[in-house]
Each structure stands twice: as structure tokens, then as C-alpha cells.
């Protein structure tokens, strides 16, 4: 290759370097604005009107995915994907939050008793092999 040659691939990759940048930095800044108004208005929302606003979000966003994905648009590919992703994650806490699952402390305790259980300290072994269990 000439040096014309490595010069102007090597512009071509700055600028498409600092395009994908500007990218991610304003889609960042779009999903930072959308997140802040939905959030001023929150207790302003139905639960219906979230829950379908949610839905709606997740299937626009992954027509656009397929649709960048089949026209081979990588950058706007990567932005959407790590959109969608976000949008699940969002989507699993707004589910908590519209049925107001709660966290159980006991149920929690309960699975890491379990978790923590030695058999070792809690049985001794007898000559068949199987842990018998001496106290509690």
C-alpha cells in the first residue's frame, strides 16, 4: 500500500472512531432525558399506561434492532442492543414495582441457612457411608 493509501484509511477510521463516539454519547444523553420526564411524572402514570408504555419500548426497539441487523448498520446495531438491555432491566423493576412485590427477610433467611449448611458439621458418618444426623 502508499502512503496515500494508509493515510486515508487511517482518517477514515478517525472519523468513523469519534462518529461512533458522538453516537454513544448522545444516545446516552436521549435515554438520560426520556428516564428524567418519566420520572418527574411518575405517580402521574396508570400502572396500565407503564406496563403498556414498557411493552411498547421493547418491541419498537427490537424491530429496530432486526432492522439494523438485516441492513448491517453495526454502530446503530451495538446502540440498540445495549438499549434493548437496558430496557429489560427496567422492565423487570417496573414489574416489581407496579405489583409491589416485596422481598421476604425470612424467606431469605431460610435459603442461606441452606446455602451455609455443612453436613460435615452438623452429621457424622457411620460405617454405610450415609451422614446421620447427631444434633441440630
Known amino acids: 500500500m502508499t502512503d496515500t493509501a494508509v493515510k486515508q484509511e487511517k482518517k477514515v477510521y478517525d472519523e468513523n472512531y469519534w462518529m461512533t463516539v ?11 432525558g426520556i428516564v428524567a420526564e418519566i420520572a418527574f411524572n411518575w405517580e402521574l402514570i396508570p400502572d396500565n ?18 432492522w439494523a441487523m438485516k441492513k448491517e448498520k453495526n454502530i446503530l446495531k451495538q446502540v440498540l442492543a445495549c438499549v434493548y438491555a437496558f430496557l429489560i ?9 407496579v405489583f409491589q412485590l416485596k422481598s421476604d427477610l ?6 442461606t441457612k441452606f446455602r451455609n449448611f455443612n453436613p460435615k458439621s452438623q452429621c457424622r458418618k457411620c460405617k454405610t ?8
Open 106 to 111: 425470612s424467606f431469605l433467611y431460610q435459603t
Open 22 to 32: 458522538l453516537i454513544y454519547f448522545a444516545s446516552f444523553l436521549i435515554g438520560l
Open 49 to 66: 399506561v407503564k406496563l403498556g408504555g414498557a411493552l411498547v419500548a421493547m418491541i419498537a426497539n427490537a424491530l429496530a434492532l432486526i
Open 89 to 97: 432491566m427496567g422492565v423487570i423493576g417496573l414489574i416489581g414495582q
Open 129 to 136: 457411608g450415609i451422614f446421620v444426623r447427631t444434633r441440630i
